[in-house]
């Protein structure tokens, strides 16, 4: 009979704990608004981990008010998310997104219920892969719309016969995005990742940032330390800085590294999303046509050497610009005499 009392009053400790929780963190976020604090919680709640992710995020019934900054732990964002990796043809997608007007031309979104605490542009390189872009845009559109972060795509394609250089078309897609926009901060997003949870947060308070720590192909396991792939985000300040990634790297592999590297020689420390936040998983695919840039290891023995040559300073580029409903294509025909490097 004890034991059961006592059991009973550990319950109602914890759920008056978990109440008393709840109001200091409505309080903190309200002292936020007011003093223009750029974090969520303006407190320091010391509580173990645990409880932390089980509870900072915002009750479901928490107002918030079109002329308050969107909170970044939303109740819309439940974390763990079905991934449905099926194909379906972008006419459904388009069938699909064409029911909410919000979404203007281009793939521009903003939320009308609180003011955007971050402009964030999705940079995606293409090439022959119709099928996996869809598939991306029906997971990615609602989980940044959950996120309430203002966002537009931006599809970089390659044409021409040059072997695939996803660094270069970052860098175009960089330039271009900056026409638009004065964009916060930028996703680098392999179009095949597809993330499993919307607790993933593409803000660009953390940058740089590793989005893609746990890929489904590498077992969730991180494949090193300074793995940099799949997905990642810099700051438009930030990314000026290291001069962009590489554009020397012709084929698949290495211009990550580069980029990693680049980001600790301007004195930056990647981040990354904390437990299995930060799971994706993979559409399955192979390289196809695509060739492995052999070249790769003795142009990253000279990464601090290369950078101040080789970046967004060296590029040139003819682009071919059209709209979609949902993103922005830009076309370009890469060769390496586009970017050219001197000796050093």
């Not at 009979?1 to 976020?29: D, K, L, W």
């Not at 308050?68 to 972008?90: A, F, W």
């Not at 281009?106 to 892969?129: E, M, Q, S, T, Y």
């Not at 072997?163 to 897609?173: D, K, Q």
């Amino acid at each position: 009979m004890m034991q059961a009392q006592g059991i009973m009053i550990r319950e109602n400790m914890r759920t008056i704990g978990a109440q008393v929780y709840e109001q200091v963190v409505r309080s903190a976020y309200a002292k936020r608004n007011i003093s223009g604090n750029d974090s969520d919680y303006a407190v320091d709640l010391n509580h173990n981990e645990t409880f932390l992710q089980t509870t900072t995020f915002l009750p479901e019934d928490f107002t918030y008010f079109p002329n308050h900054t969107c909170p970044e732990r939303l109740p819309s964002m439940k974390g763990p998310t079905d991934v449905n990796m099926s194909e379906i043809s972008m006419e459904e997608i388009h069938q699909f997104f064409s029911q909410d007007p919000t979404i203007k031309l281009g793939g521009h979104w903003k939320p009308k219920d609180c003011v955007p605490r971050w402009k964030v542009a999705i940079l995606i390189p293409f090439r022959n892969r119709y099928e996996h872009l869809p598939v991306l845009f029906r997971h990615l559109i609602p989980m940044l719309q959950r996120q309430r972060l203002q966002f537009a795509f931006y599809v970089i394609e390659q044409a021409g016969t040059q072997p695939f250089n996803r660094a270069m078309l970052f860098n175009v897609g960089f330039r271009e995005a900056m026409k638009d926009l004065d964009w916060d901060c930028l996703i680098f997003h392999d179009v095949d990742h597809i993330p499993e949870n919307d607790r993933n947060y593409y803000g660009c308070g953390q940058m740089p940032r590793h989005f893609a720590a746990k890929l489904d192909k590498y077992m969730y396991l991180l494949p090193y330390n300074e793995f940099f792939g799949g997905v990642s985000g810099l700051t438009v300040q930030q990314f000026k800085k290291i001069n962009g990634f590489p554009n020397a790297f012709w084929g698949w592999g290495g211009e990550d590294d580069d980029l990693w590297n680049r980001v600790h020689y301007a004195g930056y420390f990647v981040t990354r999303p904390e437990g299995d936040t930060g799971k994706y998983k993979s559409i399955p695919h192979h390289h196809r046509g695509e060739v492995q840039f052999l070249g790769r290891y003795a142009l990253l023995r000279k990464s601090k050497e290369r950078q101040g040559l080789d970046g967004l300073n060296n590029l040139n580029y003819y682009p071919n610009t059209t709209y979609d409903a949902l993103y922005k294509n830009i076309t370009v025909n890469l060769t390496p005499e586009l970017a050219l490097v001197n000796e050093y």
